[in-house]
């Protein structure tokens, strides 16, 4: 399947609005790479623990609208709030494409800290029930296969 860039990227915004993962997973690419805002340090890679680290996010989180999309090339940067809780949180969430137009790394970048202390609280129990992909992750960085990944 062959996506023009702004194509997956307009798609992962309805899908992720509308909490429909298998829409959203339909704009990743096979090696997709979700790098985690929380610990910075962890890269969840592959659609199997990236459907499940984006299952439990996107079910955590109310009233997620985007409000812009910036960039070109292979690179877009999507603006976006929505509430954890009670709490407001804003994102910039950077997009690395593919050549073949589908999303390949996924870097959200998540505040206010107490929205982003609040999410990490309701999310780890969720994704601690992958405890394989929450190894993997962080297996990956103690090898360095993470080297372009902020540090906390």
């Given at each position: 399947?062959?996506?023009?860039?702004?194509?997956?990227v307009?798609?992962?915004?309805?899908?992720?609005?509308?909490?429909?993962?298998d829409?959203?997973?339909?704009t990743?690419?096979?090696d997709?790479?979700?790098?985690?805002?929380?610990?910075?340090r962890?890269?969840?890679?592959?659609?199997?623990?990236v459907?499940?680290?984006?299952?439990a996010?996107?079910?955590?989180?109310?009233?997620?609208?985007?409000?812009?999309?910036?960039?070109?090339?292979?690179?877009?940067?999507?603006?976006?709030?929505?509430?954890?809780?009670?709490v407001r949180?804003?994102?910039?969430?950077?997009?690395?494409?593919?050549?073949?137009g589908?999303?390949?790394?996924?870097s959200?970048?998540?505040?206010p800290?107490?929205?982003?202390?609040?999410?990490?609280?309701?999310?780890?129990?969720?994704?601690?029930?992958?405890?394989?992909?929450?190894?993997?992750?962080?297996?990956?960085t103690?090898?360095?296969?993470?080297?372009?990944?902020?540090?906390?």
């Open positions: 399947m062959l996506f023009r860039m702004e194509d997956a307009s798609r992962y915004r309805t899908a992720s609005e509308a909490g429909d993962i829409a959203l997973m339909e990743l690419a096979p997709v790479e979700v790098v985690s805002p929380i610990s910075g962890m890269v969840f890679r592959g659609q199997e623990d459907r499940a680290l984006l299952g996010v996107y079910g955590t989180l109310n009233d997620l609208r985007w409000t812009e999309t910036v960039g070109e090339g292979d690179h877009r940067v999507v603006l976006g709030e929505t509430r954890v809780g009670p949180m804003t994102d910039a969430m950077v997009f690395e494409l593919a050549a073949d589908r999303i390949r790394r996924v959200p970048h998540l505040r800290w107490l929205a982003l202390s609040l999410f990490a609280a309701i999310l780890g129990p969720k994704v601690a029930r992958h405890p394989g992909s929450v190894r993997r992750a962080l297996s990956a103690s090898a360095g296969a993470s080297e372009s990944a902020p540090s906390p």
